[in-house]
């Protein structure tokens, strides 16, 4: 496997980031969208909202429905596009947004930064820890600015939480807590049959690189009122662990200067729910980082937690104890702490729209955007270690230098083998 050390990464800074076409200063960058699902829709929304920045020159997806959507959306100004590369393709396109499901994202921005596109792609970046890595190398090796859709970095309160963990007010901590629980009936997302694919769905181009599979409801996992259940199976994703745990275990590592772990262990298995989702209804996973420990819980058949929140982050020091999440955060001091006050801070600016306002000045400037790529490839790889954990059943120590596992019969998890003619090459 071909590595960037950590070293070699801060070596590259600073470094020029070159524009996809020659623009004046007032012109508005054009995008491609790939992807028109619950979140493309959401990033679609928000480029809408900076339309004196943004035109939205294509929208693209294998799905009809959500293709209609998304050109209806533009008010039909949009091209409507089936096959991606028809973006990538086009020379007056500056940035492409990739809302995929997981198993596209590291293809689709490996192309676009070959083809001079600066990319927007949503997290979890990848589904392997192979794919993170030849992502960062593409943005680098093809000087692109590439921001992934962790987009808590643009929320101001959870900048005033990293600062204030790095302030040391809190102390030394030593523990952090990440969390998502709930409560969802047994049946789950129920047990749907394999059955023909809709006639206006493209299936082999939706399973891209991964295995070809029979159509199943699950698997394509449109619902109107969830996010779509692709994220249960593991050709396509990670469960929750790298679809919400990214989100949070990437508050974590900031808050450290994007340290990453090196141990991790995992519990985990189907206690709960009777569907046919292949990622676990209940999970621990310990990380053992420089100095303190971090866990990411999840569970669906108990919803209590501790500040009545669904999920969250803690960081807990010997001064105090602060709770983050989207909705603000709240600082509670140690009995010992007697000069420290309890705070509470509640949101205060649109981190989504935020974030989509720092890719724009970073494809502007030509300067690394707040969730650069490397930074999310620490924090996506930080949870796909914790599968490899958990599936593999070792206690897993991460080389970061050489970025793999020390123990060698791990790492048949940190690759998968693409379909043709889906494999990346730099």
């Given at each position: 496997?071909?590595?960037?050390?950590?070293?070699?990464?801060?070596?590259?800074?600073?470094?020029?980031?070159?524009?996809?076409?020659?623009?004046?200063?007032?012109?508005?960058?054009?995008?491609?969208?790939?992807?028109?699902?619950?979140?493309?829709?959401?990033?679609?929304?928000?480029?809408?909202?900076?339309?004196?920045?943004?035109?939205?020159?294509?929208?693209?997806?294998?799905?009809?429905?959500?293709?209609?959507?998304?050109?209806?959306?533009?008010?039909?100004?949009?091209?409507?596009?089936?096959?991606?590369?028809?973006?990538?393709?086009?020379?007056?396109?500056?940035?492409?947004?990739?809302?995929?499901?997981?198993?596209?994202?590291?293809?689709?921005?490996?192309?676009?930064?070959?083809?001079?596109?600066?990319?927007?792609?949503?997290?979890?970046?990848?589904?392997?820890?192979?794919?993170?890595?030849?992502?960062?190398?593409?943005?680098r090796k093809y000087n692109r600015v590439v921001q992934a859709g962790t987009m808590q970095r643009s929320g101001l309160h959870f900048q005033q939480a990293v600062e204030i963990v790095r302030s040391g007010v809190l102390g030394k901590v030593t523990f952090c807590r990440t969390w998502n629980y709930?409560?969802?009936?047994?049946?789950?997302?129920?047990?749907?049959?394999?059955?023909?694919?809709?006639?206006?769905?493209?299936?082999?181009?939706?399973?891209?690189?991964?295995?070809?599979?029979?159509?199943?409801?699950?698997?394509?996992?449109?619902?109107?009122?969830?996010?779509?259940?692709?994220?249960?199976?593991?050709?396509?994703?990670?469960?929750?662990?790298?679809?919400?745990?990214?989100?949070?275990?990437?508050?974590?590592?900031?808050?450290?200067?994007?340290?990453?772990?090196?141990?991790?262990?995992?519990?985990?298995?189907?206690?709960?729910?009777?569907?046919?989702?292949?990622?676990?209804?209940?999970?621990?996973?310990?990380?053992?980082?420089?100095?303190?420990?971090?866990?990411?819980?999840?569970?669906?058949?108990?919803?209590?937690?501790?500040?009545?929140?669904?999920?969250?982050?803690?960081?807990?020091?010997?001064?105090?104890?602060?709770?983050?999440?989207?909705?603000?955060?709240?600082?509670?001091?140690?009995?010992?702490?007697?000069?420290?006050?309890?705070?509470?801070?509640?949101?205060?600016?649109n981190m989504n729209l935020d974030h989509w306002r720092n890719f724009v000045e970073a494809m502007r400037t030509r300067k690394r955007p707040i969730s650069d790529v490397e930074t999310c490839a620490r924090s996506t790889v930080t949870c796909l270690l914790g599968n490899v954990a958990l599936r593999?059943?070792?206690?897993?120590?991460?080389?970061?230098?050489?970025?793999?596992?020390?123990?060698?019969?791990?790492?048949?998890?940190?690759?998968?083998?693409?379909?043709?003619?889906?494999?990346?090459?730099?």
């Amino acid at each position: 496997m071909s590595v960037i050390s950590r070293r070699d990464w801060l070596k590259a800074t600073p470094f020029t980031i070159l524009p996809a076409r020659a623009r004046g200063a007032n012109d508005r960058l054009v995008g491609g969208f790939i992807g028109m699902g619950r979140m493309g829709m959401a990033n679609l929304s928000f480029a809408l909202k900076l339309e004196k920045d943004i035109e939205v020159r294509a929208v693209c997806d294998v799905y009809r429905p959500h293709l209609e959507k998304a050109v209806d959306a533009t008010h039909g100004r949009a091209k409507a596009v089936k096959d991606f590369r028809e973006i990538l393709a086009d020379p007056e396109i500056d940035f492409v947004c990739i809302s995929t499901p997981d198993h596209w994202h590291a293809y689709m921005t490996v192309e676009a930064c070959k083809a001079g596109k600066d990319v927007f792609v949503e997290k979890p970046l990848s589904v392997t820890v192979e794919e993170a890595q030849l992502m960062v190398q593409a943005a680098r090796k093809y000087n692109r600015v590439v921001q992934a859709g962790t987009m808590q970095r643009s929320g101001l309160h959870f900048q005033q939480a990293v600062e204030i963990v790095r302030s040391g007010v809190l102390g030394k901590v030593t523990f952090c807590r990440t969390w998502n629980y709930t409560n969802m009936p047994k049946s789950g997302i129920g047990n749907p049959p394999d059955s023909d694919p809709p006639p206006d769905l493209d299936w082999d181009m939706w399973l891209g690189p991964a295995p070809y599979r029979p159509f199943n409801k699950n698997r394509f996992g449109v619902d109107p009122k969830a996010f779509s259940h692709f994220r249960w199976f593991w050709d396509y994703a990670g469960g929750m662990m790298t679809d919400w745990g990214v989100h949070l275990l990437d508050i974590v590592q900031w808050a450290f200067d994007e340290a990453m772990p090196r141990s991790i262990v995992a519990l985990g298995g189907k206690y709960w729910l009777e569907d046919n989702r292949e990622t676990p209804d209940t999970l621990q996973v310990t990380y053992e980082y420089p100095g303190f420990l971090a866990t990411y819980e999840n569970r669906y058949g108990n919803a209590q937690s501790m500040f009545d929140k669904s999920y969250g982050i803690l960081f807990h020091g010997d001064r105090g104890t602060l709770f983050v999440d989207r909705s603000g955060y709240r600082l509670i001091p140690e009995a010992n702490a007697t000069d420290l006050a309890e705070v509470e801070v509640k949101r205060f600016n649109n981190m989504n729209l935020d974030h989509w306002r720092n890719f724009v000045e970073a494809m502007r400037t030509r300067k690394r955007p707040i969730s650069d790529v490397e930074t999310c490839a620490r924090s996506t790889v930080t949870c796909l270690l914790g599968n490899v954990a958990l599936r593999s059943g070792l206690r897993i120590d991460w080389d970061e230098k050489n970025w793999t596992t020390v123990q060698p019969e791990a790492r048949k998890w940190l690759r998968r083998e693409a379909r043709d003619p889906w494999k990346i090459k730099l």
